[in-house]
């Protein structure tokens, strides 16, 4: 069964990624899928309260639906950047639990707040009583460090469950928060899937979405059959044609799929209005969508012409045309 227009629904997502996920790469995402559920970077609560709000906050209205996670681990805090996200027109705020670096940990939250489940629910509660209806969703691991008892796990979505929290958004694997940098955690600890899905038969009511180490849509469609949603990553970053399929797939559109040729099109435009009205560089933009190309003939030599920085003071048009030029004449 396909999910209605509409309807708030995690099926499929792109995860946060910090330096990744801006509003550049998202705008970029929603030229290739227009149902996907799409993620800010994480922005702490401290950010939101004492920095440039605009800055962390604002987004395309093509972006919608849109979630902004955060990280903190004060409730009153929470529920301040809960009700700027309301006012922003967010369609989700996520609460970060699963972060393991270093400089996380130092601010007390992401993964090291899973070994404090009360606080979590008093950080959801406080989130929940200001959001009106807003959901308001936890991202998280499935264990820390050695610590692989299913209890856990379980113990926790069932405290912060009680809450208020309807949506766990989980990554199958352990964090652990000494010895591994972040890069190691999303490959070292191993993906436990069954935990995820054992998550969804003691939970029936909540919905529960899978993250970690998914590849492909034949995976996709494997995980949906035990969990309610399947967030990617790396993967969607670096490959984001796999997006393309996604709305026909798994969520029942009949619009005709997106064309390379007309996303990148697209996003030449968009380029060039940013660079025009606010003066941003393209590459600023362009880095996001070096992977359009993925696993096509001349696709090397095309990201290598959008990466070259000696024509930064050229219009993205002029450089689109060359990199264009590289590709095998069927793949333009």
């Known amino acids: 069964m396909f999910p209605e227009p509409g309807v708030p629904d995690w099926r499929l997502s ?46 395309n209205p093509e972006e919608h639906p849109l979630a902004l996670q955060l990280g903190g681990s004060e409730p009153d805090e929470l529920a301040f950047c809960t009700q700027l996200a309301r006012r922003w027109g967010y369609d989700e705020v996520n609460l970060n639990c699963g972060c393991p670096s270093e400089r996380v940990q130092r601010g007390a939250f992401g993964a090291c707040l899973m070994n404090e489940p009360a606080l979590v629910a008093d950080c959801v509660k406080a989130m929940v009583d200001v959001a009106d209806g807003l959901p308001v969703t936890v991202k998280h691991r499935i264990g820390i460090d050695k610590e692989e008892g299913y209890g856990f796990v379980r113990d926790f979505v069932g405290t912060v469950a009680a809450a208020g929290c309807r949506v766990f958004i989980v990554h199958a694997r352990n964090a652990w928060l000494k010895g591994l940098s972040p890069k190691e955690n999303r490959e070292i600890p191993p993906l436990r899937y069954e935990v995820v899905y054992q998550l969804k038969r003691d939970f029936p009511q909540l919905t529960i979405v899978l993250n970690g180490g998914v590849q492909d849509n034949d995976a996709i469609a494997h995980h949906l059959q035990h969990v309610d949603g399947v967030m990617l990553g790396r993967e969607a970053y670096h490959n984001p044609w796999l997006m393309a399929g996604w709305d026909r797939r798994f969520y029942g559109e009949n619009s005709p799929a997106p064309d390379r040729a007309v996303v990148e099109s697209a996003m ?65």
């Open 268 to 332: 030449v435009a968009h380029m060039s209005q940013l660079a025009g009205r606010h003066g941003i560089p393209w590459s600023h933009v362009a880095r996001h969508m070096l992977g359009l190309r993925h696993g096509q003939a001349g696709a090397r030599k095309w990201r290598q012409i959008w990466s070259d920085h000696r024509l930064k003071t050229q219009p993205p048009h002029e450089v689109s045309a060359a990199a264009l030029s590289a590709l095998d004449p069927a793949a333009r």
């Open 14 to 59: 792109v995860a946060p990624m910090m330096d990744w996920t801006d509003r550049h790469c998202r705008y970029f995402h929603r030229l290739i899928t227009k149902r996907t559920r799409l993620y800010t970077e994480m922005v702490t609560t401290g950010a939101l309260r004492h920095g440039d709000q605009p800055r962390h906050l604002d987004y």
